[in-house]
């Protein structure tokens, strides 16, 4: 429930979704949608977008645009012809770990770039809000507590420092322009739609072809893991509100090792244990991450509504009866 103070509901709202074809994204312009919103969806269509996320219909409903957000002068032409919006959600971005330890700079051009040029686009007066998809691992590794929005942050891998040096122009923005933007640093998301080559489709996948599940190091590796379904809920709650207290929101979820996470998902799928392969650690692994949520909770009235032991299960049933749609998955993390 939002808070009858903040809520700008029933107004419909304008949106301009970016990366609304990926795994989160994909998501929150369906939950838009469902109350009656109005979208203009742009993505670049990377490896990470599969076509199957959303049909042709919702495509059409949500007036997709195959853009990249790096790209300012096609943005801003097709920002222009669309109008003013209420509010832009960031959810593009380059996402896989892995991927920036080989190469960076696609990271550097849509994670920091891309965000640079959106807002731009606010300045100019094109939106009147933003919301910046950020994520926890902006803040390092820690290996008890957790961190609160005001802790500092650390970021250790070339994603996560882009994801920081985006969020550090988002708060010069706000602070030299006086736009309104605000932060979320979300914890791992786990649901339908996950690209194959993130841990838990990985884990679900190679146990339906019969593989091992590959996991880092020893597998102690701790992370918070949180449905996408409550992530975007507490976006869209952020969204829908006239003013915050803060500009910054930690999206928590509960914590689990990869190793537990393997066990988990090895037993829902009827298996008495996890086939698990021990591969050599990612560069720079970050040990653990953990947020204090206590404020969007507070103020916006937000807590998740799936527990991972009991959703885990409906996650792998979908993964389950969409072959087609791993098949393509696997194509393109190939490419
Ligand atoms: N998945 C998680 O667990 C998680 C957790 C916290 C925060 N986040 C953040 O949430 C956002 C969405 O994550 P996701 O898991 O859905 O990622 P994803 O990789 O599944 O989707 C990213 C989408 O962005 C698009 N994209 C990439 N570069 C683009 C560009 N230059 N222009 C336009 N579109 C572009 C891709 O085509 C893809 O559709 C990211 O910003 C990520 O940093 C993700």
Not at 135 to 156: A, F, H, I, M
Not at 230 to 246: G, V
Request: hydrophobic residues 35%; aromatic residues 10%; negative net charge.
């Amino acid at each position: 429930m939002i808070p009858e103070q903040y809520l700008l509901y029933p107004y419909r709202m304008r949106f301009i979704v970016t990366g609304g074809m990926g795994f989160i994204g994909s998501h929150f312009v369906e939950l838009l949608l469902e109350n009656e919103h109005e979208i203009l969806l742009i993505d670049k269509m990377t490896y990470a977008a599969n076509p199957l996320n959303l049909s042709q219909e919702v495509q059409n409903q949500a007036n997709f645009r195959k853009i990249d957000i790096a790209d300012a002068i096609s943005l801003n032409e097709c920002v222009e012809k669309f109008g003013l919006v209420d509010c832009i959600v960031n959810f593009a971005a380059e996402s896989h770990v892995d991927r920036s330890i080989k190469n960076s700079m696609p990271f550097i051009e849509s994670n920091i770039k891309g965000t640079m040029n959106l807002l731009e686009l606010l300045r100019n007066g094109g939106a009147k809000s933003m919301i910046q998809i950020s994520t926890d691992e902006v803040y390092g590794s820690l290996d008890t507590g957790s961190w609160d929005e005001q802790s500092n942050l650390d970021p250790r891998s070339p994603y996560s420092a882009s994801k920081a040096s985006a969020e550090m122009m988002c708060n010069a923005y706000r602070n030299t322009y006086g736009v309104k933007v605000i932060v979320t640093r979300c914890a791992n998301n786990f649901g339908p739609r996950q690209s194959v080559e993130k841990f838990i489709p990985l884990a679900i996948t190679s146990i339906f072809n019969g593989n091992q599940i590959p996991i880092y190091g020893d597998g102690s590796n701790r992370r918070e893991w949180v449905h996408v379904f409550d992530h975007c809920q507490a976006i869209y709650n952020l969204a829908m509100a006239e003013k915050s207290n803060h500009y910054i929101y930690n999206i928590g979820g509960k914590e689990f090792s990869n190793l537990n996470i393997a066990e988990i998902i090895s037993k829902t799928t009827n298996k008495e244990h996890a086939n698990i392969e021990f591969v050599t650690d990612r560069l720079g692994h970050d040990f653990r991450y953990s947020v204090n949520d206590e404020r969007i909770r507070s103020e916006f009235g937000w807590k998740p509504k799936y527990d991972f032991e009991s959703a885990i299960g409906e996650t792998i049933d979908w993964y389950r009866s969409n072959p087609e749609w791993i098949k393509i998955s696997q194509k393109q993390v190939k490419k």
